[in-house]
């Protein structure tokens, strides 16, 4: 990774719908990357939902985020929460997502991409 020597606040990718199929959710710039510091998800629905989130191939072995069951209740939860660092994106990552029913959960990020 290249040193970086601006960073800008940002939200890192508009809100999406996750589809039950992998899908691409953002990819790190190539300048320096970029450091996700909230990974929030809603689940609009009235039934619980489980969710996948990797750091690369959706396989297990790239996972930040496996079958956690997102609750009916409207509310944001953030994954990250806890993490004082965040995950960091090198140029050219990517975050993927997966529902296990499409378009029930709503997924944002939040971090910060430095150049």
């Excluded at 960091?88 to 997966?98: M, P």
Aim: without cysteine.
């Amino acid at each position: 990774m290249a040193t970086p020597t601006s960073f800008t606040p940002k939200q890192l990718w508009a809100p999406v719908q996750v589809p039950a199929a992998d899908t691409l959710i953002y990819t790190a710039g190539t300048a320096a990357g970029a450091r996700l510091q909230a990974l929030v998800v809603v689940n609009t629905t009235t039934a619980a939902v489980t969710l996948r989130v990797t750091h690369g191939a959706m396989a297990a072995a790239q996972a930040l985020v496996w079958d956690f069951s997102v609750p009916a209740d409207g509310l944001p939860y953030d994954l990250l929460e806890g993490s004082s660092q965040g995950i960091v994106l090198d140029s050219g990552d990517v975050l993927r997502a997966q529902a296990a029913a499409a378009t029930s959960l709503t997924l944002h990020g939040y971090g910060v991409e430095m150049a």
